[in-house]
């Protein structure tokens, strides 16, 4: 059974660093895409970057560029989002997902249960 | 950045049928756009309907049916179901990079 495992609630304040995980299991983690989404309390979902597990290849949407960066370990099956300084306005719920190349470009498949993190003085 | 337009809300009654569209603002969606569906309820984590287009994963239900009409994607469901009531999100792919619409809220009623 594929599973994407993402840690806990956090709750920071402003100026901090944060690191967040999503372990994949019950595939062949190289083998795929895992997207980093966004979504603000009582908003939509925005895209945010995709690493390709193999090649640690990262591609960042514009609008988190510089703001986020993403990593993975692959001995450990496992993604990261981190900030080295979070704001007010980076309190969201964020999910990971998995994307596998089913047609002709990787598409999403599976998602993480998310990870709330909370950004308050 | 392509800008993606979805209804912010509709409302179908129980065993009605229901189109979400999913509009791109650098023109006419096509099949080289790999238009996704989701559905999100409250409190979860989205989950996959559609890929390409018109792919249903195996999970999906057979009455959530996907196409591209009128230079959009669109979201079809048939027989709608009191628990297909969520907010439904569109994906697109355009020039390598991904962007999501803004989410429609469909209430069953």
């Known amino acids: 059974e594929v599973q994407l495992v993402q840690s806990g609630a956090e709750v920071k304040k402003p100026g901090e660093s944060l690191k967040i995980s999503c372990q994949g299991s019950?595939?062949?983690?190289?083998?795929?895409?895992i997207a980093w989404v966004r979504q603000m309390p009582g908003k939509g979902l925005e895209w945010m970057g995709i690493i390709y597990l193999r090649d640690s290849d990262i591609r960042y949407s514009p609008s988190f560029r510089g703001r986020v960066t993403i990593s993975a370990d692959k001995s450990i099956s496992t993604a990261y989002l981190q900030w080295s300084s979070l704001k007010a306005s980076d309190t969201a719920i964020y999910y990971c997902?998995?994307?596998?190349?089913?047609?002709?470009?990787?598409?999403?498949?599976?998602w993480g249960q998310g990870t709330q993190v909370t950004v308050s003085p | 950045q392509t800008v993606v337009t979805q209804e912010p809300s509709l409302t179908v009654s129980p065993g009605g049928t229901v189109t979400l569209t999913c509009a791109a603002s650098?023109?006419?969606?096509?099949?080289?756009?790999?238009p996704n569906w989701f559905q999100q309820k409250p409190g979860q984590p989205p989950r996959a309907l559609i890929y390409s287009a018109t792919n249903r994963h195996s999970w999906t239900p057979e009455r959530f049916s996907a196409s591209l009409l009128g230079g959009k994607a669109a979201l079809t469901v048939s027989f709608v179901q009191p628990e297909d009531e969520a907010d439904y999100y569109c994906?697109?792919?355009?020039?390598?990079?991904?962007?999501f619409g803004g989410g429609t809220k469909l209430t069953v009623l």
């Open positions: 997902a998995r994307l596998v190349d089913i047609v002709a470009t990787p598409e999403i498949d599976y």
């Open positions: 650098t023109g006419a969606v096509t099949r080289a756009y790999y």
């Open positions: 019950g595939y062949s983690f190289s083998d795929y895409w």
């Open positions: 994906l697109l792919y355009y020039n390598g990079a991904r962007v």
